[in-house]
């Protein structure tokens, strides 16, 4: 049987490969065509001899997936797509270019076993985790098929990256490595929807890199109609987590809030968010709200709020002290906005 490399650490790879890789110096060659180069295929790894070639090829894969469609929108170029795994799943990233930075927003799951009543994905049901490969390969591919380099990575695809722990941790590690992808951890986002035991599990391996927390609401009643159950963790212990997190690792924190219509828009619940940072001591200027405008997805009962009453929800958290923009819906055309990459 193959092993996928991308699955593996160097470590692995090198134990792994240990017969066909006669010195450093040619690992070291094959981790940067891979990781640097972001070369597809063993053949064009061209400054090895052949025989080490068809050797890797024979042994490893270093594609597993393949992209069957590929939206475009027409609105601000943000692109769909749709991979399908070796074992025919299919699951969605975006690549959102824009001036200063292109990014990609990735899953981390096929399918969602949350089931947060306002997400597409979550209507989908769970099929199964990707592996760290599969969650890497998205970006090189997307790379390789825009021929744009990817400076921002988003965990905001399908699934909940928390539940998918160990993949994602490998992931991460690779995407900070000096000697793998290089992104900075400023440049790197989790956004989880609260698993408060292991946003604090998180801090401990000092990856420090920028966390979203999908709040939604600030009172436990109101949050079980939409996220089923509170998913085991009442909005206190999120908060706790959220706010250990923040004095740990000194990073940016992001609170994100979908607005709907008379459910958690109002001005009381806007007063309420505000009073919950205040007392959790997270008014701060690297801890900013990001404002939802919920998006529509078929066969859901919630309707988006106005513009007035978002506008209204916003003034509220500014005169608090509170930082909070509008998250504007990127390639809404092709539904390749937030919660709705569902099938
Ligand atoms: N499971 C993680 C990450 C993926 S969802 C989480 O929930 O945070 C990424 C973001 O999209 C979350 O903030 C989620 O709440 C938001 N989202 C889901 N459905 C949406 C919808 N219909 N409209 C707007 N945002 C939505
Ligand atoms: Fe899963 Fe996040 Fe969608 Fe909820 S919002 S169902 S946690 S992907």
């Known amino acids: 049987m193959k092993k996928y490399l991308l699955d593996l650490t160097q470590t692995q790879f090198k134990a792994a490969a240990k017969h066909i890789i006669p010195k450093d110096y040619i690992f070291e060659q094959i981790m940067r065509w891979v990781y640097e180069k972001k070369v597809s295929s063993f053949d064009n790894f061209t400054n090895l001899s052949k025989d080490i070639r068809t050797k890797l090829s024979e042994n490893f894969d270093l594609r597993t997936l393949s992209i069957v469609k590929k939206e475009i929108s027409n609105i601000d170029g943000t692109i769909r797509y749709t991979f399908k795994t070796a074992d025919k799943k299919s699951f969605f990233a975006v690549f959102l270019p824009s001036k200063d930075k292109n990014s990609v927003c990735i899953s981390s799951q096929i399918g969602c076993p949350v089931g947060c009543l306002f997400c597409s994905t979550g209507k989908s049901g769970f099929t199964r985790n990707l592996s760290r490969g599969e969650i890497l390969e998205q970006i090189l591919q997307i790379e390789n098929d825009t021929k744009q380099k990817i400076s921002g990575v988003l965990f905001m695809g399908m699934g909940e990256p928390l539940f998918n722990y160990n993949s994602v941790i490998s992931a991460l590690k690779s995407l900070l490595s000096k000697n793998e992808f290089y992104i900075g951890k400023r440049h790197i986002t989790l956004s ?95 801890v900013q709200v ?54």
Do not use: W
Request: proline letters at 4%; a positive charge; aromatic letters at 8%.
């Open 192 to 286: 989880t929807v609260g698993i408060a035991a292991a946003i604090k599990k998180l801090v401990e391996e000092n990856l420090n890199i920028r966390l979203a927390i999908s709040l939604h609401s600030t009172d436990d009643k109101q949050r079980k109609r939409i996220i089923p159950e509170n998913f085991g963790f009442p909005i206190d212990e999120i908060m706790n987590a959220a706010q250990y997190y923040f004095k740990k690792t000194n990073s940016h924190l992001t609170i994100e809030y979908i607005l709907i219509k008379d459910f958690n828009d109002s001005p009381a619940d806007a007063h309420k968010l505000a009073r919950l940072l205040k007392r959790r001591f997270l008014i701060n200027p690297k």
């Open 290 to 343: 990001n404002l939802i405008p919920f998006n529509y997805v078929r066969g859901s009962q919630f309707i988006p709020s106005t513009s007035l009453s978002i506008e209204k929800f916003k003034n509220i958290l500014k005169v608090s002290g509170i930082i909070a923009n509008i998250r504007q819906a990127k390639g809404s055309d092709i539904s390749a906005a937030c919660g709705q990459l569902g099938y």
